[in-house]
């Protein structure tokens, strides 16, 4: 089984800030991870797929890239409405999230 | 619109089995794989099962292979996830999503909860 380790598992930041989230598969994924957003009480929502293809109606201020075992996902200009957990994805063999990253605004 | 809808959840006991439901709309159903992801109070996402178009493959992971059985009915579009042997550590809000080998878990429903305790 593949393992995916997420990290940080918290992150706080200003407004305007830029953020960045890692995740380390346990072997080559072949780019096939998505990142995600849940707001609590919510159904997580798929923001990326396949490391860097933006979902239609995700902010051009998300980003992701890697290859191989290691991606980010970074979030230029946070804004007070990305206050939420992110996920990462790995769909290559079956389906493995990371432990989540919780962003916080100071 | 797509909409994915669960039922089924509630309070049962350890050793007890519930099987939850997840009515879908907005789409073909038959076309594409569906899956559950399940998420403990305050903790992260977990995947649980996914099915096949044609219900012909299942695909769950060690911690619930064995007790879970995942289902689907296209006729009714509904996808269906029996719990047998329920144990507190399944004590999670269960959701319902659909599935495809390129765009994964695209659409979600709103989660049901299932409560495992005496």
């Known amino acids: 089984d593949i393992q995916m380790t997420q990290s940080p598992p918290s992150l706080s930041a200003s407004l305007g800030d830029k953020v960045t989230i890692t995740c380390q598969a346990s072997?080559?994924?072949?780019?096939?991870i998505a990142w995600y957003q849940q707001k609590p009480g919510k159904a997580p929502r798929l923001l990326i797929r396949?490391?860097?293809t933006l979902e239609s109606g995700t902010p051009s201020r998300f980003s992701g890239s890697g290859s191989g075992r290691d991606y980010s996902f970074s979030i230029s200009n946070v804004e007070s409405e990305d206050i939420a957990s992110y996920y990462c994805?790995?769909?290559?063999?079956?389906?493995?999230f990371g432990s989540g990253t919780k962003l916080e605004i100071k | 619109e797509v909409q994915l809808v669960e039922s089924g959840g509630g309070l049962v006991q350890p050793g007890r089995s519930l099987k939850l439901s997840c009515a879908a709309s907005?789409?073909?159903?038959?076309?594409?794989?569906m899956a559950w992801v399940r998420q403990a109070p305050k903790k992260g996402l977990e995947w649980v099962a996914t099915?096949?178009?044609?219900?012909?493959?299942?695909y769950y992971p060690d911690s619930v292979k064995g007790r879970f059985t995942i289902s689907r009915d296209n006729a009714k579009s509904s996808l269906y996830l029996q719990m047998n042997s329920l144990k507190s550590e399944d004590t999670a809000t269960y959701y319902c999503?659909?599935?495809?080998?390129?765009?994964?878990?695209?659409?979600w429903g709103q989660g049901v909860m299932v409560t495992v305790s005496s």
């Open positions: 999503a659909r599935q495809t080998t390129r765009v994964p878990l695209d659409y």
């Open positions: 907005g789409f073909t159903f038959s076309n594409y794989y």
């Open positions: 099915i096949s178009t044609s219900g012909s493959r299942t």
């Open positions: 072997q080559n994924i072949n780019k096939y």
């Open positions: 396949y490391t860097s």
């Open positions: 994805l790995q769909y290559d063999n079956l389906l493995t």
